[in-house]
């Protein structure tokens, strides 16, 4: 099976263009992922499938100057769900884990925006984007944090 670099490489346009289209859609100013309310599951799923496709929004992609700002979206919602705890003990929300094995997906996608893969440039590099993580960071060491010690050690690598 092709990775999805290589499937950005190799002609599937179409394909990528489908991903990023629906993704800018539930991310967008009135989308379901920014509105109050929206559901632990939902964010979580949302910010997981665009770690996934982190690579078909980097410069080297070719679909990049139609989506060129959509990685500062990412970025920012990915952030944010930093406040989302990994785990909740009891309640509806017990069932609805937010992480992939065993990291907190924001963390995951951030870690995945900032580091380039196979090749490729980061799809977040600026100055600016290094000191919100770092304060990030200090924020979740210096307080009780809704990450989980392992997840902030991750972060500390982005």
Same mark, same amino acid.
């Given at each position: ?27 967008a ?8 309310g ?21 410069? @080297? +992609? ?10 500062? #979206?990412?970025?920012d919602? /990915?952030r944010? %769900? &930093? ?41 977040? @590099? +600026? ?10 960071? #200090?924020?979740?060491?210096? /307080?009780?944090? %809704? &990450? ?11």
């Amino acid at each position: 099976a092709k990775d999805i670099i290589d499937l950005a490489a190799s002609g599937y346009t179409d394909f990528g263009k489908a991903v990023l289209d629906l993704l800018v859609a539930v991310a967008a100013d009135h989308g379901p992922i920014v509105t109050t309310g929206c559901h632990r599951q939902l964010v979580s799923t949302f910010v997981q499938c665009a770690s996934v496709f982190v690579p078909l929004y980097t410069p @080297s +992609s070719a679909l990049f100057s139609s989506h060129s700002s959509f990685a500062g #979206r990412i970025f920012d919602i /990915a952030r944010a %769900s &930093l406040a989302i705890p990994e785990q909740v003990s009891s309640g509806p929300n017990a069932a609805f884990a937010f992480r992939a094995k065993q990291d907190h997906n924001g963390v995951v996608c951030l870690l995945k925006l900032c580091s380039g893969g196979k090749g490729q440039a980061a799809a977040i @590099s +600026s100055w600016e984007a290094a000191e919100a993580l770092r304060r990030d960071l #200090r924020g979740h060491l210096a /307080a009780s944090s %809704s &990450l989980q010690q392992h997840s902030v050690l991750v972060l500390a690598q982005v």
